[in-house]
């Protein structure tokens, strides 16, 4: 499979078509670099701990916060952190995956200076993002919809916006450090250290009798994660200022706008429309109803830890295989990624299936009902037959079909809205989660038919099963011996 490789020049990157003999010698040192199939799921397994160990975490971080706030500050604190995050999906432009497609690309085809000019024009276009919306959600503090029962609405749009900005920034250069391969230090600061710090802060405040608001909780808890996510940055923006970097070509330019367009869509929808689904039950049902749902869905996110932290370790390897030609490679990590996070999402759907009211009860004991307990197993069923399709989200974002997974999203998610408002209505909290279950599934599956047409790559465990299993054997063999 031929392919044009990005050389150096005077006046910057020029493309041209290598000879035969140079491409094949390439390819075979890109091959080397592909880290072994026991490598990768060692690092999945660390990712998948991180994560695991985040989400005990934040668990216990909004716990203590609840415990020393009162339930005016506490709820504010709450919508706060939620607008915050929301603004953050989308303020970042993407960059945490734009940089997640472009370096390994150009790194596997030895073209370091036109990887640096990709990163160096992904700092400054997610800095900007995030500077915009950061001032947006300020300014949106002088408008008069706080009303007189909630005069905080000022220092909280502050508060929010400074949040905003440290949730964006630490979810891009958490993106640029996988891209790079070094996971540890692209996880560990915001999952752990930052929320480990901001409990411990917390407490000590608690003994030392402070009375806290929901903004003193919001600035502290956003000062925390730029203080957690410093190393992170400095590295970063050291090894980028002091490398060469290539000027981009305008073609080159032209995809990173192209591939920013696609990649801001997938990645900001798919959690925008989740907070939408959520208020489109809560404005059926009621708010506690609504909560009890939040609930079980937050609770579902179990299901696929194990493959989104698989996801952390095969993402660079995704972009850098698939744009050196080695197709065979990327379809054997989705798969094999897709057939360990199936494993493990079935036996947290049999935990949920036989704990299922014990789990509820945890957060409310109103909610440890049979009628949400169905409601959780239909989630996480829901939730695992997506996992059974592999990391095809991811796939699609790497591989140039962004913009196909973007219409995708769109059309299924906004028809799904509907059918969840009709079986909400009909079916109460068990239609909710039926619905929107059926959702993610619908998108999942259809998303590996575009794959399967498209690049001929097939994440999914048929993948596995029909298309490479014989390849998968010998590989793991030979790894063993």
Not at 19 to 28: G, I, K, R
Not at 226 to 239: G, K, M, S, Y
Not at 303 to 309: E, P, Q
Request: with cysteine; proline share 4%; aromatic share 8%.
């Amino acid at each position: 499979m031929a392919f044009d490789y990005l050389s150096r020049s005077k006046t910057g990157p020029q493309t041209r078509a290598l000879p035969l003999d140079e491409m094949t010698a390439l390819a075979s040192e890109a091959s080397r670099a592909r880290m072994s199939i026991s490598y990768l799921a060692r690092s999945g397994a660390l990712a998948g701990a991180i994560k695991l160990a985040g989400a005990a975490l934040a668990f216990l971080m909004f716990l203590v916060i609840a415990r020393v706030t009162d339930a005016r500050q506490f709820g504010l604190f709450s919508a706060t952190y939620a607008g915050a995050s929301l603004v953050s999906f989308f303020a970042s432009v993407g960059q945490q995956s734009t940089v997640l497609r472009f370096w390994p690309q150009y790194e596997s085809l030895g073209d370091l200076p036109a990887a640096h000019g990709f990163m160096s024009r992904a700092i400054l276009v997610a800095a900007g993002g995030l500077l915009s919306s950061s001032l947006l959600v300020f300014l949106a503090g002088f408008l008069p919809l706080g009303g007189d029962d909630r005069p905080e609405w000022l220092p909280l749009c502050a508060a929010a916006a400074v949040l905003s900005f440290a949730l964006g920034w630490t979810e891009f250069t958490s993106g640029a450090f996988r891209a790079k391969n070094v996971l540890v230090l692209a996880l560990l600061p915001r999952d752990v250290i930052w929320r480990a710090a901001s409990i411990l802060v917390i407490v000590a405040g608690y003994f030392l009798q402070l009375r806290v608001s929901a903004v003193d909780i919001t600035l502290l808890t956003a000062g925390l994660l730029f203080a957690a996510a410093a190393p992170q940055t400095i590295a970063l923006l050291r090894d980028t200022i002091a490398a060469e970097r290539g000027t981009l070509s305008p073609e080159q330019k032209r995809e990173f706008n192209s591939v920013t367009a696609g990649l801001w869509g997938v990645t900001s929808l798919p959690p925008a429309l989740g907070q939408v689904s959520t208020l489109l039950v809560a404005a059926i049902l009621g708010p506690e109803a609504a909560g009890a749902i939040f609930v079980a869905d937050r609770t579902t996110r179990l299901v696929v830890l194990a493959l989104h932290g698989m996801n952390q370790a095969i993402a660079p390897q995704i972009s850098g295989a698939f744009y050196t030609g080695d197709r065979r490679h990327v379809q054997r990590i989705a798969s094999l990624a897709g057939l360990g996070g199936f494993a493990v999402a079935l036996m947290v759907l049999l935990a949920f299936w036989l704990f299922g009211s014990f789990i509820l009860s945890i957060f409310d004991h109103a909610y440890a009902t049979p009628t949400m307990h169905v409601t959780l197993v239909v989630f996480g069923l829901g939730a695992t037959l997506a996992t059974a399709c592999g990391p095809i989200e991811l796939l699609l974002q790497l591989t140039g079909l962004q913009h196909s997974l973007l219409k995708l999203l769109i059309v299924v998610n906004v028809l799904g809205l509907g059918a969840t408002a009709i079986t909400t209505d009909m079916f109460g909290p068990v239609g909710a989660a039926a619905s929107i279950a059926g959702t993610v599934v619908t998108w999942n599956v259809m998303a590996v038919l575009i794959a399967r047409r498209r690049i001929g790559i097939n994440p999914s465990l048929a993948g596995l099963a029909f298309a490479d299993a014989p390849v998968v054997t010998r590989l793991l063999r030979r790894e063993r011996g």
